[in-house]
Nanobody
Framework: QVQLVESGGGSVQAGGSLRLSCAAS????????MGWFRQAPGKEREGVAFITRDGRSTYADSVKGRFTISKDNAKNTLYLQMTSLKPEDTATYYC?????????????????WGQGTQVTVAS
């Protein structure tokens, strides 16, 4: 099993920045894909970005150039640096992980999930 705990959410003005963190514990050696997802009220959960074990990353079009995903293997921690935030980025952000070597932005491809952290961007 893998446990994921997010932190770093909060409220910011449009144009501001936040950095989310996700601490992983348990059988972390098994993880191949780690990703960030978000869910706004009344909407489906959507993929934001993922990073593979060897450091390759992919982003949703809506966040390209504004968000950066990274990880610190020594600390078993995943990050999401968010800049130029917009009101439409308001959502609960979730960290996810999966041991399979086929990473994607699909919710269905991740077995382990954190509890989420709220990000609110005011206009």
């Amino acid at each position: 099993q893998v446990q994921l705990v997010e932190s770093g959410g909060g409220s910011v003005q449009a144009g501001g920045s936040l950095r989310l963190s996700c601490a992983a514990s348990g059988y972390t050696y098994n993880i191949f894909c780690m990703g960030w997802f978000r869910q706004a009220p009344g909407k489906e959960r959507e993929g934001v970005a993922f990073i593979t074990r060897d450091g390759r990353s992919t982003y949703a079009d809506s966040v390209k150039g504004r968000f950066t995903i990274s990880k610190d293997n020594a600390k078993n921690t995943l990050y999401l640096q968010m800049t130029s935030l917009k009101p439409e980025d308001t959502a609960t952000y979730y960290c996810a992980a999966d041991p399979r070597n086929f990473c994607s932005l699909s919710v269905k491809m991740y077995n382990y999930w954190g509890q989420g952290t709220q990000v609110t961007v005011a206009s």
